[in-house]
């Protein structure tokens, strides 16, 4: 103890309070006696950490220097202090004290003291070669016992990421890549190297970045972000970008990816207690099971989809174009075409199997990822688009040698591995076996998987939705368009008799321009399209066909697969690409009217718009596929009216119910969708569930969420509603209301009764009073793996919660109609075209 106190001069003298000297010359002459102190350390013994008291001493030195440089560094130049620091090169000291030490305290003292250098922009430090070994030997010889260590040592290497991104003259001190000769020589001693060189040599700084892109918290947050720092920085360093192009960097971040992919297992589903459990999900049939309960996907989901979006980021934040063609190249083959694709091709549909898992997967990367090249990557490979299989030769020859050398490389690997092709078997294949299956939770994850790329990548609806080419959607007459909509309509308040549709309407009307307007604003995805105009769709489309045959069972399905399923028809209606004629609407050409029009041009002109306004019959025979389908429901529903004489009375009740508990949870709400935004505070108008608890429906809309109570005191205001007596009941009530509780218990024993659904066979045409008809031809009529797994018939509380969705259904497949006819001009005048002078008179 003696000799350390003689060799540093004692601590009391040296201690923080009185090292603070007032002047600069002072303040500097105290610095470097402790520079000194520091050294004369190292130089004594090999091993401080033998002398635990020589360890807390460096420590105290490294802690003064730090205070020293920070108040420096806070105040007015000049700052003598830093600039001695980077002149003595005293941080080669502080490294080797703070390795030989193994003293997380000496590490974040050490750390503290390089960060104050990386941020005091003193020339001699960030840009100083020999400051750049100290910092990387740091961090990579460290040893780091807690995550605190290790996120303040990462910390160090995104610092002087940024400050290469903003200075890349100072690249040179960190980035010496070896000459063309010395690759040369190595390529020639080693061999052909498939997806680049690993030189941890050439740039230590980023292959220390890399190694903790995968791990989590502030530790992982500052390397993806210092990595992507550099990539940037590619665009304004020619050498820098042939390193990334040649060496390993897009092969480790695919392979990354891929080995988290690989550690996704099966789906798990946690039991979800009654507070949790989505409103709309309680008050119906399978609630317990498991297309009804969001999977637990657990952390190794979080780490995966994290790598995924800093995929997303480096795609994003490159500005080579060569960079970012490597790491997609990469991406397609490492990860789409050797692991991902193979993963939904090898995937078992038995139960337990993991076909469920895959495609819930790949809804969850779909679903996340917005960025265009990523998404055609995946997309137009996983759907075997033709232009995608090569990469054209005239576009090779502006390529620079190295992104050639890249490209020939990963074909010839990718020929090589001989894995089957998606020309074969694509991902629109898997849907509709998917859609056949009889598995639940295959069912209900290929209709996810099918909402997501309808929805957030609409631009290839026609890869998923067979159409006709060459029949695009023809204008109709605006009284062609209300007669639809009467139609649609009145199926509608066949259902339910409500006193505010207006204003109901209205926002679903909004909620339809809002997405039809963003649809307008993206380019479609199939390059060699003749127009950018909505083609029919193709009736005998098998994946069409098993849309309607789900459909054709909708008062037994599961509540969770009937709002997945109109999930998907309203993301066919509403993309811009895919006509509605034949499918939803009736084909323009098929109207029939009373009167025919005069000639063209033998009429006078408001004459003619008088005939724009005149309503054509629609003919039974020629009655839209959808629309069918949707009549049998609504035939089945007065049915079930003429049978039940308060079936009016269940029906609004549990719509009622609805409401209430979504106007609570939008009322208790801090944020909402920009769709969301645009209702008024008063609308209590129901929304669906969205697909999975964590996620918003991609529409907007809000889910329906069950108060944890089970008696929230918003049922109270479900004025006219046979359930609230049964929920709202306190234990002081109950003896006074005796007769109230006997007739809401009996109420429960009859919503939760076998409630037999069969489907009439027979649909009405147009002007035609919607007649039911029972004759079972449901039970033996469909084919879809639904009807062959759900049973026939389900609780009348699950049937009145399937007969709101279709309500709601068939309000907004009319607004969307509406919207459509507006912004795709889909309804005008006969005789002038989709653009004809017409429209420019009355414009």
């Not at 306004?613 to 009216?641: F, M, N």
Request: aromatic share 6%; net charge negative.
């Amino acid at each position: 103890m003696d000799f350390w106190s003689r060799l540093i001069g004692g601590s009391r003298s040296l201690s923080t309070k009185n090292y603070r000297a007032a002047s600069p010359t002072e303040r500097l002459t105290a610095f470097k006696r402790t520079c000194n102190t520091l050294q004369q350390i190292w130089r004594s013994t090999n091993s401080p950490s033998g002398e635990q008291s020589a360890t807390t001493h460096a420590r105290n030195c490294i802690d003064r220097l730090n205070s020293v440089l920070s108040d420096e560094s806070r105040g007015p130049a000049p700052h003598p202090c830093l600039a001695y620091a980077a002149s003595s090169q005293i941080f080669v000291t502080v490294t080797k004290l703070a390795l030989s030490s193994y003293d997380d305290g000496m590490l974040r003292s050490a750390a503290v003291f390089f960060n104050t250098l990386i941020d005091s922009e003193v020339d001699g430090v960030v840009d100083n070669r020999l400051f750049a070994r100290a910092l990387v030997d740091l961090v990579r010889r460290a040893d780091k016992h807690s995550e605190d260590v290790e996120g303040r040592l990462v910390e160090l290497l995104f610092g002087v990421a940024n400050n290469i991104r903003l200075q890349p003259d100072i690249l040179p001190a960190w980035f010496a890549p070896r000459s063309e000769d010395q690759d040369r020589d190595q390529q020639t001693n080693s061999g052909a190297e498939f997806a680049g060189a690993t030189r941890k040599d050439d740039f230590p700084l980023f292959y220390l970045l890399v190694e903790y892109v995968h791990h989590g918290g502030r530790a992982g947050d500052f390397a993806r972000t210092g990595l992507l720092y550099l990539i940037e920085t590619a665009s304004r360093s020619k050498h820098l970008e042939r390193w990334l192009i040649e060496s390993d960097l897009a092969t480790l971040m695919a392979t990354g990816l891929g080995a988290l992919y690989s550690q996704l297992g099966s789906l798990s589903f946690d039991e979800t207690s009654d507070d949790k459990m989505p409103h709309i999900v309680a008050l119906s049939d399978h609630a317990r099971q498991e297309t009804a309960l969001p999977p637990s996907l657990g952390a190794t989901v979080d780490s995966f989809m994290s790598y995924l979006l800093f995929w997303q980021d480096t795609i994003d934040h490159c500005k080579s174009a060569e960079v970012n063609g490597t790491l997609l190249d990469h991406f397609q083959v490492l990860f789409l075409e050797q692991l991902l694709y193979p993963s939904l091709l090898e995937s078992s549909d038995v139960e337990g199997g993991s076909t469920a898992a895959v495609l819930t997967y790949l809804y969850r990367i779909l679903e996340s990822i917005d960025q265009d090249d990523l998404v055609h990557r995946i997309l137009h490979f996983l759907l075997a688009s033709p232009s995608d299989t090569e990469v054209p030769t005239s576009l090779k020859v502006n390529m620079s040698v190295s992104r050639r050398k890249s490209l020939d490389v990963l074909a010839a690997f990718s020929e090589e591995a001989a894995k089957p092709s998606p020309s074969l078997f694509n991902l629109r294949d898997l849907a509709l076996l998917g859609l056949q299956s009889a598995n639940r939770q295959t069912v209900l994850a290929t209709l996810r998987l099918m909402a997501v790329i309808l929805q957030r990548h609409h631009t290839f609806a026609r890869s998923l939705i067979r159409t006709v080419p060459g029949q695009y959607a023809k204008q109709r007459t605006v009284g062609a368009l209300n007669a639809e909509l009467e139609q649609l309509i009145g199926m509608a308040t066949s259902i339910v008799d409500d006193p505010t549709l207006n204003d109901s309407f209205e926002d679903y009307l909004k909620d339809a321009s809002c997405i039809l307007e963003s649809h307008l604003y993206v380019p479609p995805a199939e390059t060699n399209l003749e127009e950018d105009r909505p083609l029919e769709i193709r009736q005998e489309d098998p994946i069409v066909q098993e849309l309607l045959n789900c459909l054709d069972t909708f008062f037994t399905n599961s509540v969770i697969v009937n709002l997945a399923l109109t999930e998907v028809l309203m993301s066919i209606a509403s993309s811009h690409l895919i006509s509605l004629d034949g499918w939803l609407l009736v084909d323009p050409s098929k109207y029939v009217y009373d009167e025919q029009p005069p000639a063209e041009g033998s009429i006078e002109i408001l004459e003619q718009i008088q005939m724009t306004y005149h309503e054509p019959s629609l003919s039974r025979s020629d009655t839209p596929t959808l629309t069918s389908a949707l009549q049998k429901l609504v035939l089945q529903i007065q049915q079930w009216r003429k049978d039940m004489p308060d079936f009016d009375i269940l029906v609004a009740a549990r719509r009622d119910l609805l409401h209430q508990e979504d106007a609570t949870k939008d009322t208790n709400r801090p944020q909402q969708s920009s769709e969301a935004s645009l209702r008024p505070p008063s609308d209590r108008q129901p929304r669906k569930v969205p697909l999975d608890s964590d996620i918003e429906s991609p529409r907007g809309r809000s889910s329906l969420v069950q108060d944890p109570s089970g008696t929230s005191s918003s049922r109270l205001a479900a004025v006219g509603s046979p359930f609230r007596e049964h929920s709202t009941g306190s234990p002081d009530s109950r003896g006074s209301s005796s007769p109230r509780i006997t007739a809401a218990e009996e109420l429960r024993k009859r919503l939760a009764k076998p409630f037999q659904v069969d489907h009439p066979h027979k649909a009405p045409g147009a002007g035609e009073e919607l007649e039911p008809t029972a004759d079972g031809a449901g039970e033996n009529g469909s084919e879809s793996a639904i009807a062959d797994e759900e049973p026939r018939s389900a609780t009348l509380g699950h049937v009145l919660t399937n007969v709101v969705i279709l309500y709601e259904f068939l309000l907004e497949v009319s607004a969307t109609v509406q919207a459509r006819s507006t912004l795709f001009g889909e309804a005008g005048y006969p005789g002038v075209g989709w653009n004809g002078p017409l429209d420019e008179l009355l414009a």
